[in-house]
């Protein structure tokens, strides 16, 4: 419980996210042990995240998913769901009850939002180990937009955002709207990200990890692509930590999951892992 | 050479012998006999009793006087540990009553002795997402074959007296948030039908497939901008691009047409209604949004566009339009006219002229619609800008009250219209919800602007009502008010009779002129399917599906309480007189 409690930063957030101290249930991680196998359920299609290449899934949070197992000392028996409308309801048939038609519930689940407002009404999940955060970021090319200026000067310039996203809402719905008609939009952020490196697009506005990966990949494409400094006037979202879920009840398993996540945030595995995407590894906030 | 010639001519007398046997082969219902559905009293072809869905049957054996003395036949099972959302109509056929299950499953029943012939279980991947459970609303039937949709956006054809497939078509990727639920249309020889999906970036489309091999022929997308495609060729873009739509928002813009359509054979018309334009947000996307949330005439031969209709212009409450359009005849001021109406989610009922599209009246049939106050005399909406719901981070946190709910004044359940009362009865709810910004939303665990609802009933004593509306004059003339949401279609029949389901488990029967209850039963579980009836051995049989299930019960709030003690179940039941 210890290296939990000072992951969460006080007794109060652990009780917030659905952790009760002093409970032990030694049943989900023995089960996992015997079994020598760990049902872990990653997003479907969320490149750089979990996605499939060449026939073979892969992504930041599937090589999480194989260096948990690894340590437990298990298989990782990795499960891709398919997003539903809300995070709610992916905790719903991932993690505590399944998928209406026959998707089994995972024995852990990454890349879950670690928020307290959305911890507490998921309360049928205990929700761990915040292990990155996440945040917006626009990039484009130098000299075709101005990066560090007023979104308003971009007007006639090509725009690339995901479709019903934060972001596309920011484009298309701030200032009056007068960007609504520069927007194209894409089917994932990273799409979005390949349309400015592959000279379809000025500017995109996705999460950091999406942009750095697909510049990581694009070699010579990604020259001149800059991220900008300043924040954008007015923009919703100032970032997001992003943990695991267990099922409420499994809190041996949970407990054992966060000693490996702290263990390779300090070694400085986890730093490794995200670099070997281009990712630049930013610790949770909740974590610091 | 010897053995290919050989092989050629042993070839040619197969086929031979396969062309003689055809006919015995290929047996059963014909387009004619489909177009004639309504009139034919031995037996239920088409979902809806007919091409126009009128759902009502001449006969009169069971009628207002005698219906209390009802009782069942039989009852059949669906069996099974998927005992959920039973919204099928039945088809009856040459003794023997065909009913798609929830999961994608067909069954063959005895239509005398409720024993199973044959089970159709389609095998569906885990990655299907339906929005509003797992539902299938029938099957079609055409010569030896009997026809369905799956979960999976696949179009199945089976052979009616075995069960095994005939083909399976692919119509749409499941994989980019495609479904299909609705029963599928039949017209001139091509099965018509469109598609399904919550999900963003799904476009709306109407499809006719050659009904033997399940061959494309024709393809309307209904957003504009989009080309349509007609044996393989291109066919001319759907409206006009960028008319009611800005920048690449039309590439995605939604309106798909979930429940099916109607055929009106006197004008050579297909009608279909589209669903909600996407984003969900309307702020974001100004103009009109064609054709989302509209009703559509289409040529049945080539697929083009003939009128549209739009119920719900800039749609920002999840209205949908996809609620059947029925043609019926009246004379309205003196003059016979074909028309058409429609029972829409958004709380209105409309007449349209069915040859132009032409507006003629639209009348409330719920308690009470806060975003709008009537249509003008040009068929658009006096909207309330006050009941629209805000854009995501205005006005954080404060609820805007909306009536109907998103789930509609009437949601899929279809009505029916009596030739002999000239009144079309529609199941409809009372019910709004509150709407806000979400500052906490995540979706696929990233950060969004996300609205959070409940839904809540407006009235104390009922949810639901069936309504008999007078189409001429826009009035109610009688309503049956139920305590839970009504979720399921309507029957009515020469016999002064209207059957709905309840929730409750009740099929219930009652007088079309007047509205008084005149029997029920209970099934075991909520009926949320489409009664029908037909002629067997010289007497009148009613058939319906029980178990509940459908949309209503995923949503909780204030609305669950009315139904939260009904079980799930999966049975077709089957009534007559007692001889």
Redesign the interface.
């Known amino acids: 419980m210890i290296a939990r409690r000072s992951l969460l930063g006080g007794v109060g957030a652990a009780i917030a996210l659905g952790m009760l101290p002093g409970m032990t249930h030694g049943a989900p991680l023995a089960k996992v042990k015997a079994l020598g196998a760990i049902r872990i359920v990653v997003?479907?299609n969320?490149r750089p995240?979990s996605w499939e290449e060449g026939g073979k899934l892969v992504g930041l949070d599937v090589d999480m998913a194989h260096a948990i197992a690894e340590k437990l000392g298990v298989r990782a028996d990795i499960a891709?769901l398919?997003?539903?409308?809300?995070?709610?309801d992916?905790l719903r048939n991932g993690v505590w009850k399944g998928?209406?038609?026959?998707?089994s519930p995972g024995d852990l689940m990454l890349?879950?939002?670690f928020?307290r407002?959305?911890a507490a009404r998921n309360d049928q999940v205990a929700i761990i180990a915040p292990y990155y955060r996440?945040s917006?970021a626009l990039a484009g090319k130098g000299g075709a937009v101005d990066l560090e200026g007023m979104p308003t000067e971009w007007r006639g310039r090509k725009l690339a955002a995901e479709?019903?996203?934060?972001p596309?809402?920011y484009l298309?719905?701030s200032f009056g709207?007068v960007l609504?008609?520069?927007?194209?939009?894409f089917?994932s952020g990273s799409e979005a990200v390949s349309a400015v490196t592959e000279g379809k697009a000025d500017a995109v506005l996705a999460?950091r990890a999406q942009i750095e990966e697909v510049l990581h990949r694009a070699g010579d494409n990604a020259q001149g692509v800059k991220l900008r400094k300043r924040p954008l006037p007015a923009f919703?979202?100032p970032?997001?930590d992003?943990g695991m879920a267990v099922k409420e009840n499994s809190r041996t398993l949970g407990d054992a999951v966060e000693e490996i996540v702290t263990a390779m945030a300090a070694s400085g595995q986890m730093k490794a892992l995200f670099t070997r995407y281009g990712v630049d590894w930013v610790p949770a906030q909740a974590a610091g | 050479m010897k053995g290919p010639m050989l092989r050629a001519l042993s070839g040619a007398a197969a086929l031979s012998m396969a062309l003689a046997a055809a006919p015995l082969l290929a047996e059963g219902p014909t387009d004619a006999d489909l177009m004639n559905d309504a009139a034919s009293t031995g037996d239920v072809l088409t979902y809806g009793m007919g091409p126009q869905a009128h759902r009502f049957s001449t006969l009169k054996a069971i009628d207002s006087t005698n219906v209390s003395k009802l009782v069942p036949a039989f009852a059949a099972s669906l069996g099974g540990e998927k005992q959920r959302g039973q919204e099928a109509q039945p088809i009856v056929y040459d003794g023997t009553i065909y009913v798609t299950g929830s999961y994608s499953r067909v069954f063959a029943f005895d239509a005398r002795t409720g024993e199973e012939k044959w089970q159709y279980d389609a095998r569906l991947p885990d990655g299907i997402m339906p929005c509003c459970d797992v539902v299938n609303r029938g099957a079609a039937i055409y010569g030896d074959k009997i026809i369905f949709a799956t979960l999976d956006a696949r179009l199945v054809a089976l052979n009616r007296n075995t069960g095994k497939v005939v083909w399976n078509k692919q119509i749409a990727d499941y994989k980019e948030g495609y479904s299909a639920t609705a029963a599928p249309l039949i017209v001139k020889g091509m099965v018509i039908t469109g598609n399904s999906g919550g999900e963003f970036g799904v476009v709306g489309a109407v499809e006719a497939r050659d009904v033997n091999t399940g061959e494309l022929i024709w393809h309307r997308p209904v957003i504009e901008g989009h080309m349509g495609t007609l044996r393989g060729k291109d066919n001319g873009i759907t409206g006009k691009l960028n008319a009611s739509w800005q920048g690449d928002l039309w590439k995605t813009g939604g309106g798909a047409t979930w429940l099916g359509g109607t055929y009106d054979p006197e004008t050579n018309l297909l009608f279909f209604g589209t669903g909600n334009p996407a984003p969900w947000n309307s702020h974001l996307r100004p103009g009109d949004n064609l054709y989302t949330s509209s009703t559509l005439a289409i040529d049945p031969e080539t697929g083009v566009i003939k009128w549209h209709y739009q119920t719900t212009p800039h749609d920002g409450w999840d209205f949908d339009g996809v609620n059947e359009f029925i043609p019926f005849d009246a004379t309205i001021n003196g003059k016979a006219m074909k028309l058409g109406a429609k029972a829409d989610r958004n709380g209105y009922f409309f007449v349209l002229d069915r040859t132009n599209g032409k507006f003629i009246s639209a009348n409330k049939f719920v308690m009470q619609t806060t975003w709008a106050d009537g249509y003008n005399k040009n068929g658009k909406p006096n909207v309330i800008p006050a009941g629209r719901p805000p854009a995501p981070g205005e006005g954080k946190g404060k609820p805007v009250f909306s009536s109907p709910s998103f789930l509609g004044g009437k949601n899929w359940m279809p009505m029916a219209y009596s030739q002999d009362t000239g009144l079309f009865y529609i199941p409809s709810n009372d019910w709004g919800m509150d709407i806000w910004n979400e500052p906490i939303a995540y979706k696929k665990g990233a950060a969004y602007l996300g609205a959070g609802f409940t839904i809540k009933p407006i009235a104390e004593d009922h949810i639901g009502a069936l309504r008999a509306m007078d189409p001429k004059t826009g009035k109610i003339v009688w309503e049956y008010k139920n305590k839970a949401p009504l979720w399921g279609g309507v029957l009515t029949t020469g016999g002064n009779l209207v059957f709905t389901g309840t929730p409750e488990g009740y099929l219930k029967a009652f007088d079309a002129k007047t509205g008084q209850e005149l029997w029920k039963f209970q099934t075991g579980s909520g009926v949320v399917g489409s009664p029908v009836t037909w002629e067997q051995d010289g007497e009148q049989y009613v058939a319906v599906m029980s178990g509940w299930g459908g949309a209503v019960p995923l949503w909780g709030g204030e609305v669950a309480k009315s139904f939260k003690d009904i079980n799930q179940g999966g049975a077709l039941w089957v009534f007559k007189l007692p001889k």
């Open positions: 997003y479907q969320n995240w891709q398919v997003a539903d409308e809300s995070a709610d992916d998928g209406l038609l026959g998707f890349h879950v939002p928020d407002g959305f996440e917006f479709l019903d996203s934060i596309d809402f298309i719905g709207g609504a008609k520069d927007v194209t939009h089917m999460s919703a979202s970032g997001w992003i």
